[in-house]
């Protein structure tokens, strides 16, 4: 990310320079707005940090010159005379934040992520419109009868502005495609799409992500930063991983979708919301509300509509339009524009045991043109079938002994899965559930359900 200081003081153009420079980022600077006007117009700038005094000029100057540029980068405005009303005069103008000297340095890290956060969610939500306007919005690739339906379902569902829809399937299926069709296809498409991943937040952040938190709510909160629902404005919010959240976060939840207010941490005051929220899971909430992990006042609420997603081994008709879909995407990052598939190399990955589903494959694709030495992409650079690990490849042929218990059969294999990844992991948990593709409080979980939530990962079996 690329980062523009603009100081007419010397030292503090070095000072700032190098602090976020420390922090990973690209960082240029300039004295003056005249100087400040050729690096924005040279190259993309993602943020620009600017003083309020510069000489003759004035931040707001600086920041007016940063709106005019398309897509215009996110400004944040530094002064030692600091007023409310200047505060509001650049807010107005549209600055994404104003802090004063002196400022504690964790405190402009944190303010310099958020602002880049955002402009990461703005320019992604530009590259989908873009590519709505190329593809006609068919960001989940399909053409078997499974996902015409599931196409059809997204265009009704966009239809209906407020109305809570719940994803499901199973990992990898593209649960946030969907999500995002839906928006893109809607009334809203021209607000923020902002995906926050529930499993992957304590409590205590998710809480404070989505509904914000007030000066002084706890160590750290420097300062008002209103959440999620509030900065999404009319757009939409996705909660992905909705049934990691816990029992705690489901009481606030539901409040929230009921009123549609929100309550910042720390404050006693409640503000409104207009964004509609779309919510994803690839847990079965039904079975988690018999098991007393989920609210069953919770689920009614997000399950207002569903959208089941299918596997993609009930939709082996769709893997070579997306084997080709992945291709092409690759071919352009690689540049090698004349990339295809042989005949031979679509027969094969048809063959091949998905469990992972969309994103297996489009892994497996990346491979596949990474590995090719020509522009014709065949079956060597696939692995074989049975270098692929599953517990039952599609469409072979079933077994059913007597006294068989899929849900043991089932118990058992998860069971293996997990021990194998805590091996590969070394004991290490986070590393093991992501080998899984999960989350690591769904890794936890299911450690505990076989009981094996334990720091020695123990034998694979």
Not at 68 to 75: G, I, K, Q, T
Not at 253 to 262: G, N, Q
Not at 337 to 344: G, T
Not at 443 to 450: A, M, P
Request: aromatic letters at 4%; glycine letters at 8%.
């Amino acid at each position: 990310m690329r980062i523009l200081v603009v100081d007419d003081e010397l030292s503090m153009r070095e000072y700032l320079e190098v602090l976020l420079s420390r922090s990973g980022y690209e960082v240029s600077t300039a004295a003056s707005l005249a100087a400040a006007q050729p690096l924005l117009e040279q190259a993309p700038v993602d943020l620009v940090i600017s003083d309020m005094k510069l000489g003759r000029d004035s931040g707001l100057s600086v920041l007016a010159a940063a709106r005019a540029l398309s897509p215009p980068p996110e400004v944040i405005l530094i002064t030692a005379y600091g007023t409310p009303e200047s505060a509001v005069e650049a807010m107005r103008a549209g600055a994404y934040d104003y802090i004063q000297k002196p400022f504690d340095n964790e405190e402009l890290r944190m303010l310099v992520g958020r602002a880049l956060e955002k402009r990461a969610i703005l320019v992604e939500n530009e590259r989908l419109r873009r590519q709505l306007g190329q593809d006609g919005g068919r960001l989940w690739v399909g053409q078997g009868e499974a996902s015409r339906r599931v196409l059809a379902l997204v265009d009704k569902v966009a239809a209906s502005p407020r109305a809570t829809v719940l994803v499901t399937g199973e990992s990898g299926t593209g649960k946030e495609l969907v999500a995002r069709a839906v928006h893109w296809k809607s009334s809203r498409a021209g607000q923020p799409f902002i995906p926050v991943n529930c499993g992957a937040l304590s409590e205590t952040l998710l809480e404070s992500e989505l509904f914000g938190h007030v000066k002084g709510a706890f160590t750290g909160a420097t300062q008002d930063r209103p959440g999620l629902l509030q900065a999404a404005g009319e757009g939409t919010v996705f909660l992905d991983e909705v049934g990691e959240i816990s029992p705690a976060m489901q009481v606030k939840l539901l409040r929230v979708l009921e009123e549609r207010r929100v309550k910042p941490v720390g404050s006693s005051r409640e503000v409104p919301f207009e964004a509609r929220i779309l919510a994803a899971t690839n847990r079965d909430l039904e079975a988690e509300v018999r098991a007393g992990r989920f609210r069953e006042d919770l689920l009614y609420r997000l399950n207002v509509i569903t959208l089941e997603l299918p596997p993609l081994r009930s939709r082996p008709e769709d893997i070579p339009v997306l084997a080709r879909h992945f291709l092409a995407q690759q071919a352009e990052e690689l540049g090698r524009p004349m990339l295809r598939f042989s005949e031979a190399a679509l027969q094969a990955l048809q063959r091949l045991p998905l469990p992972g589903n969309v994103r297996q494959l489009r892994n497996l694709v990346e491979r596949a043109a990474t590995l090719s030495d020509g522009d014709l992409v065949g079956p060597e650079t696939l692995p074989r079938p049975g270098a692929v690990r599953t517990g039952a490849g599609p469409g072979g042929e079933v077994q059913l002994p007597e006294d068989f218990s899929l849900e043991a059969w089932l118990d058992d294999l998860e069971r293996r899965y997990l021990l194998e990844a805590l091996r590969r992991a070394e004991g290490r948990k986070t590393r093991a559930a992501e080998l899984l593709g999960m989350s690591f409080r769904s890794f936890r979980y299911r450690l505990d359900k076989h009981g094996l939530d334990r720091d020695e990962p123990g034998p694979a079996t």
